[in-house]
């Protein structure tokens, strides 16, 4: 079909990425997108191990020729933060490894993304970065003309209605690099957030588990190993269920956007304040006025969701 989405992500693997990338794979396979590239960032764990294990989740796919490319080692103008105690010291939890074969492109990811949205016509592709945003800032800050060519930027990131992962107000990609998050949200290109007012929503039943497990192919029961490490944390943490699949849903939202709801509104992310650094202002009931630059979402249907994800998983080797 012509109006296939072009979609590039942007990440730091981290189990839930790792799930995002593999369903992308899928819905390449399955037609449904053109999964174009992946750029890194640092995030879950450094730069350095965020870059390999994307590429090894592109060996899994079956796709070792697919264009990574290695971004921001640290964020914009704070400490570099990391989730090993989340995503274990490789950021993939208890996955065996293996030296990739996936090559990593010389290029750096922002000149990367600036030259290939300078090529693309307008409104022609979206972005799903699903870590810090520190690459969609710099590409922004650097080439403001680059936002003509986004259709959308969909992003998982922020919290308001549910309270934050990495402090009681802060989100933890948000949190990580939250000056790039207001250079996004100020830039004029459409944002999307899938925050943890809808990613809790999308857990990881046993049954899920279960259906995932059961596939007969390496990956279906690979991602089930992996999400299954990764949720631990977050149902001793929150009293979830399972463990939300919060980075698929980014993914999910923009090749499906009817599985979704929200509200368009306006959002601004604290850069100052010790104590709600990250947090995201969201005004809901436009109590401000100002012109909304998000859609903010926080409904969705998670059922269909996991449908979407286990049928792209099972379309791999």
């Not at 899928?26 to 890194?40: C, S, V």
């Not at 294990?53 to 640290?74: Q, S």
């Not at 022609?124 to 003509?148: E, F, K, W």
């Amino acid at each position: 079909m012509s109006d296939k989405i072009r979609l590039i992500i942007d990440t730091d693997p981290g189990q839930d990425d790792a799930a995002a990338i593999l369903m992308a794979h899928g819905l390449a396979k399955r037609g449904l997108i053109d999964f174009l590239a992946i750029t890194t960032v640092a995030g879950n764990v450094p730069l350095a191990r965020t870059t390999e294990n994307a590429r090894i989740i592109c060996d899994w796919a079956g796709e070792t020729g697919f264009p990574v490319y290695a971004g921001a080692d640290k964020p914009l103008l704070r400490p570099p933060l990391t989730a090993e105690a989340v995503h274990g010291q490789t950021g993939l939890g208890d996955a065996v490894l293996h030296a990739p074969v996936c090559p990593l492109q010389p290029q750096h990811a922002v000149p990367f993304l600036i030259d290939t949205l300078r090529r693309a016509g307008d409104n022609s592709i979206t972005l799903c970065p699903i870590g810090p945003l520190t690459n969609i800032a710099q590409m922004l800050a650097l080439a403001p003309d680059t936002v003509r060519a986004v259709k959308n930027i969909v992003l998982m990131g922020g919290s308001y209605f549910e309270a934050g992962n990495m402090t009681p107000a802060a989100e933890f990609n948000f949190y990580c690099d939250p000056h790039a998050a207001q250079i996004v949200l100020q830039s004029g290109a459409p944002v999307t957030i899938l925050p943890l007012d809808v990613t809790h929503k999308a857990v990881i039943t046993t049954p899920r588990m279960d259906a995932l497990r059961r596939l007969p192919n390496a990956n279906g029961p690979r991602l089930a190993a992996l999400l299954q490490s990764y949720e631990r944390y977050d149902i001793q943490k929150f009293g979830l269920e399972g463990g939300p699949l919060h980075d698929p849903c980014a993914v999910a939202c923009a090749v499906f956007p009817e599985l979704f709801n929200g509200g368009h509104c306006r959002v601004d992310v604290e850069t100052q304040s010790n104590l709600t650094l990250g947090a995201c202002v969201v005004d809901w009931r436009n109590i401000t006025g100002q012109t909304p630059n998000a859609r903010w979402i926080t409904k969705v249907d998670a059922d269909r969701l996991f449908e979407e994800l286990a049928e792209s998983i099972a379309i791999l080797p």
